[in-house]
């Protein structure tokens, strides 16, 4: 049984630094992993998607890296801003004969302090 | 673009009442998942549409959910009757790739928050 857990729970750091959030995941038969982000109250919003075929995904401030074979993958964000605060979830995707879907961690809350 | 639409945000029943949550997917979008989010838990997988059809459904916790995606357009879930544990998050999410697809992107609802007293 695939189980999804993200490290650490709740972050808090002063804008401007660099930070790493974590997740990993037990079985690595996975089509892809996503990250999303959450603000309070509202749905989630993608972020990046890293097909099982690659190893990172880069959007902005924003890097992603997937290592499949030890089962991690980590959010970088550059240079963070009191707007990034929010929970950070990772999700990879599963499934066999027709049937997919998502499995998520706990999520990671990130408090940037200004 | 209009994005994934739920309605209500919010809902306050008694244990025992029935209630209907409303997801609107992205227009296009042939699949169709609900989550679900309770309190300090991570969001667990429901059920999945593909159209009109019920690809899986094995998150669903018992038959007191009934879901139902009319003409393959927009979905319901109801529970009937809710129990206090069915309280939390009920997220809707819909994609347009196929979901066998390893570039599958999920476009998610802001969430039902559910409240069962």
């Known amino acids: 049984k695939q189980e999804v857990t993200q490290i650490p729970a709740a972050l808090s750091v002063p804008e401007g630094e660099n930070l790493v959030l974590n997740c990993s995941f037990t079985?690595?038969?996975?089509?892809?992993l996503q990250w999303f982000r959450q603000d309070p109250g509202k749905g989630l919003t993608s972020l990046l998607l890293?097909?099982?075929?690659?190893r990172e995904q880069t959007s902005g401030r924003l890097n992603a890296s997937l290592d499949k074979s030890s089962g991690r993958s980590t959010l970088y964000i550059a240079a963070s801003q009191p707007g990034d605060s929010a929970t950070y979830l990772c999700?990879?995707?599963?499934?066999?004969?027709?049937?997919?879907?998502?499995?998520f961690g706990t999520g990671t809350r990130l408090k940037v302090l200004a | 673009e209009a994005g994934v639409t739920q309605f209500p945000s919010h809902s306050v029943i008694e244990k025992g009442q029935t209630v209907t949550l409303r997801c609107d997917p992205i227009?296009?979008?042939?699949?169709l998942y609900w989550y679900r989010r309770v309190m300090g838990k991570e969001i667990k997988f429901l059920l999945h549409?593909?159209?009109?059809?019920?690809?899986?459904e094995s998150g669903m916790p018992n038959n007191r959910f009934l879901a139902e995606r009319t003409g393959g357009t927009y979905s319901t879930l109801k529970v009937q009757p809710a129990e206090l544990e069915d309280s939390g998050v009920y997220f809707c999410?819909?994609?347009?790739?196929?979901?066998?697809?390893?570039?599958?992107?999920?476009?998610f609802g802001s969430g039902t928050q559910l409240s069962v007293l």
């Open positions: 999410a819909s994609s347009q790739r196929g979901p066998g697809l390893t570039n599958e992107k999920l476009f």
């Open positions: 079985d690595s038969a996975i089509y892809n």
């Open positions: 890293i097909q099982s075929s690659q």
């Open positions: 999700a990879v995707k599963q499934g066999t004969s027709g049937t997919y879907k998502y499995i």
């Open positions: 227009s296009g979008h042939d699949n």
């Open positions: 549409f593909v159209k009109e059809s019920k690809q899986d």
